[in-house]
């Protein structure tokens, strides 16, 4: 284990995790463990998510993303200039703008209620202490779910801005990307309708 990989550009050291979470702001899952340098892109690449997507998600399933991820089968990102710049990629953004703000709000929500999540007191030395770590990212997790039907005090919220993703291999993602953006295209075609 190299404590360097653990530094971000934030100029913290910190353990990367990827959360998915649904409307009502219920974590879905979390792939946790990768050090915080490590682009988002590159984490999901590595995610059961990814891995495996046909157990996870039906042909009409998708995960909004940034657009610093690319367009596949499970993954709808937003447009990137050029193409950001059309009247309607600009609406689609908007609309999947104000959807995705749901996983900023949840993580914020994670950081608020467990503030050790914000800085964990843990010198990781060995793989057993990388475990504990993870393990203590989603137990959280859990208890943010298991807490969701309590109150919730809004002066808890710490926005988070994300990191910036990586672009996968090109030869594993021309069959997805394509797919990806006929259903990018659908998805932005059915939101113009009700504009």
């Not at 610093?68 to 309607?88: G, R």
Request: hydrophobic share 35%.
């Amino acid at each position: 284990m190299c404590g360097e990989d653990y530094y971000t550009r934030k100029g913290s050291y910190a353990i990367n995790a990827m959360i998915v979470c649904d409307d009502l702001k219920r974590i879905r899952h979390v792939f946790a463990g990768f050090p915080g340098c490590s682009h988002d892109h590159r984490v999901f690449m590595y995610s059961k998510l990814a891995l495996n997507p046909f157990k996870y998600f039906s042909g009409h399933e998708y995960l909004l993303a940034d657009s610093a991820y690319p367009v596949s089968d499970i993954i709808v990102p937003t447009f990137k200039k050029p193409l950001a710049n059309s009247h309607e990629n600009t609406a689609l953004n908007t609309a999947h703008s104000q959807a995705r703000v749901i996983v900023e709000q949840t993580i914020g929500m994670l950081k608020g209620r467990f503030q050790s999540l914000k800085a964990l007191r843990l010198r990781i030395k060995n793989k057993k202490d990388h475990e504990f770590a993870v393990y203590w990212i989603r137990t959280c997790c859990m208890l943010h779910n298991m807490l969701l039907d309590d109150e919730y005090d809004e002066e808890w919220t710490v926005e988070d801005d994300g990191d910036d993703g990586l672009i996968p291999n090109p030869n594993q993602q021309a069959v997805a990307t394509e797919r990806g953006s006929t259903k990018r295209e659908r998805i932005k075609q059915y939101v113009l309708r009700w504009q």
